[in-house]
């Protein structure tokens, strides 16, 4: 079952903030976050494991609320190499393996 | 480091034609797992390996076979493609273990007609 991701698709003009969530309706272990630009492979941003703390570089930064099942990626003052597929990643809680099950993705375009 | 190689970059087959997705990585990754991309659908396993020698299905197995003979390299095969394996194929590897990141490589974009 993969996990839900929202918004499907943002626009920001360059120096907005958004936010991405990723919602799963099993307990989760990790979440990964990737971002994927058209006709690349994805590029790995950050994990977020169950207990751990906020991560973040530069201006990208991820949560992940335990009691919600939920992580949320957080861009601020957006630049234009922002734009791309972001996609949330997770592991499940007891489910013994290495497997990730992804979202759909959300399509983020920044503009000038 | 070369990291994730795969080969071809493109292909198109004939429907019932048979082919075999090369996969390739230079860092002694133990887990090693192929993906399927469509358009609006995310990624979604098909296979993974834990090491050599062990394999798994994943999320969408039908109509694929895999092995790992060796650390390095998991081929996909396609028994007898189907217009619906029209898709982009990624092969990914990472170090045993969920916290870490995987390594992907840089894609097949396979037609089948």
């Known amino acids: 079952q993969q996990p839900v991701q929202s918004p499907q698709a943002v626009i920001l003009r360059e120096g907005e903030d958004a936010v991405i969530n990723c919602s799963s309706s099993?307990?989760?272990?990790?979440v990964h976050w990737y971002r994927q630009k058209h006709g690349e492979a994805p590029v790995f941003l950050m994990i977020?494991?169950?207990?751990?703390e906020q991560k973040g570089h530069d201006k990208i930064s991820a949560s992940f609320n335990e009691k919600k099942q939920q992580s949320s990626l957080y861009l601020t003052a957006s630049q234009l190499s922002y734009s791309g597929t972001y996609f949330c990643?997770?592991?499940?809680?007891?489910?013994?393996?290495?497997?990730?099950?992804f979202g759909k993705g959300t399509k983020l375009s920044v503009i000038p | 480091n070369a990291g994730v190689t795969q080969t071809p970059k493109f292909q198109v087959l004939k429907t019932g034609q048979s082919m075999t997705l090369q996969c390739a990585q230079d860092?002694?990754?133990?887990?090693m797992s192929w993906y399927r991309q469509d358009p609006g659908m995310g990624l979604r396993l098909i296979h993974y390996?834990?090491?050599?020698?062990?394999?798994d299905q994943g999320e969408v197995p039908n109509g694929y076979n895999v092995s790992r003979s060796t650390t390095e390299d998991f081929p996909l095969r396609l028994l007898s493609a189907a217009p619906s394996q029209t898709s982009v194929y990624f092969c990914?590897?990472?170090?045993?273990?969920?916290?870490?990141?995987?390594?992907f490589g840089p894609g097949t974009r396979l037609t089948v007609t």
């Open positions: 990914a590897s990472s170090p045993t273990g969920v916290g870490y990141e995987q390594y």
């Open positions: 099993k307990a989760l272990y990790s």
């Open positions: 977020l494991l169950k207990g751990g």
């Open positions: 990643g997770v592991t499940y809680s007891g489910a013994g393996s290495y497997q990730l099950t």
């Open positions: 860092m002694n990754h133990e887990y």
């Open positions: 390996s834990v090491g050599a020698g062990i394999t």
